[in-house]
C-alpha cells in the first residue's frame, strides 16, 4: 500500500511539473513576441525587478529544462515503484497458492 501511495505521489508530481513546464513556455512564447526594448519585471519576493527580455527569455528555458528533467526522474522512479508493486503482488500470490497446496 505505501508503494502504490508513492506511485500516486509520483503521478501527480509529474502532473504539475507538466503544467509548469508548459506554463513556462507559453509565458516564452508571449515574452519571445514582444519588442526588444519592451520593459519586463521578474518577481522577486515582494518586489519586482527590471530585467532584460534575454534574461527573462534565459530564465524561462531554464525553468522548462529542469521541469523537463524532474520529470524523467520521477518517470524511472515510477517505474521502479511499479515494478516492485508487481512483484510484492506475485509474492502474495505464490504464498497463498503454496498455503492452499498443503
Given amino acids: 500500500m505505501d508503494t502504490q501511495q508513492?506511485?500516486?505521489?509520483?503521478?501527480?508530481?509529474?502532473?504539475?511539473?507538466?503544467?509548469?513546464?508548459?506554463?513556462?513556455?507559453?509565458?516564452?512564447?508571449?515574452?519571445?513576441?514582444l519588442v526588444d526594448e519592451t520593459r519586463m519585471y521578474e518577481g522577486v519576493g515582494r518586489m519586482?525587478?527590471?530585467?532584460?527580455?534575454?534574461?527573462i527569455?534565459?530564465?524561462?528555458?531554464e525553468k522548462q529544462r529542469i521541469a523537463e528533467e524532474k520529470i524523467k526522474?520521477?518517470?524511472?522512479?515510477?517505474?521502479?515503484?511499479e515494478r516492485s508493486v508487481k512483484e510484492a503482488e506475485d509474492?502474495?500470490?505464490?504464498m497463498l497458492m503454496a498455503r492452499r497446496a498443503q
Fill in 57 to 61: 527569455h534565459n530564465q524561462l528555458l
Fill in 91 to 94: 509474492n502474495i500470490r505464490e
Fill in 6 to 33: 508513492k506511485v500516486k505521489l509520483a503521478d501527480l508530481q509529474i502532473e504539475q511539473l507538466t503544467k509548469t513546464k508548459k506554463h513556462a513556455h507559453l509565458t516564452d512564447t508571449e515574452v519571445m513576441m
Fill in 48 to 55: 519586482f525587478i527590471l530585467q532584460p527580455k534575454g534574461v
Fill in 73 to 81: 526522474e520521477l518517470e524511472q522512479k515510477k517505474s521502479y515503484l
